[in-house]
Nanobody
Framework: QVQLVESGGGLVQPGGSLTLSCAAS????????MRWHRQAPGKERELVAL????????NYADSVRGRFTISRDNLKNTVYLQIEKLKPEDTATYYCRAVRDWDQNAYWGQGTQVTVSS
């Protein structure tokens, strides 16, 4: 059974930091690139960060580059998203997504809520 379980969300003050985790099981993790998406109320889901299956290449949305860092541990089947200098506009539900390298077969997690407010 495939599972992607996000954790680490919560209420954070502006300027604060947070690290999200996404634990994967039920598939061959190291053959999937991993992405973090987010969806704010009333807005479309957007891709914010991507890391290749080997972890050698990362990419970020312009809106988060320099503040977000994606990483993965293929021994722990986990992908992380470190978020720094949080802004109110970072408030969203954050989802991880696994996409297989050769055929784009994909799985989604259920999401974790991040709220940035004073």
């Amino acid at each position: 059974q495939v599972q992607l379980v996000e954790s680490g969300g919560g209420l954070v003050q502006p300027g604060g930091s947070l690290t999200l985790s996404c634990a994967a099981s039920g598939f061959t993790f190291n053959t999937y690139s991993m992405r973090w998406h987010r969806q704010a109320p009333g807005k479309e889901r957007e891709l914010v960060a991507l890391i290749t299956s080997t972890g050698t290449i990362t990419n970020y949305a312009d809106s988060v580059r320099g503040r977000f860092t994606i990483s993965r541990d293929n021994l722990k089947n986990t992908v992380y998203l470190q978020i720094e200098k949080l802004k109110p506009e970072d408030t969203a539900t954050y989802y991880c997504r696994a996409v297989r390298d050769w055929d784009q077969n994909a799985y989604w997690g259920q999401g974790t809520q991040v709220t940035v407010s004073s």
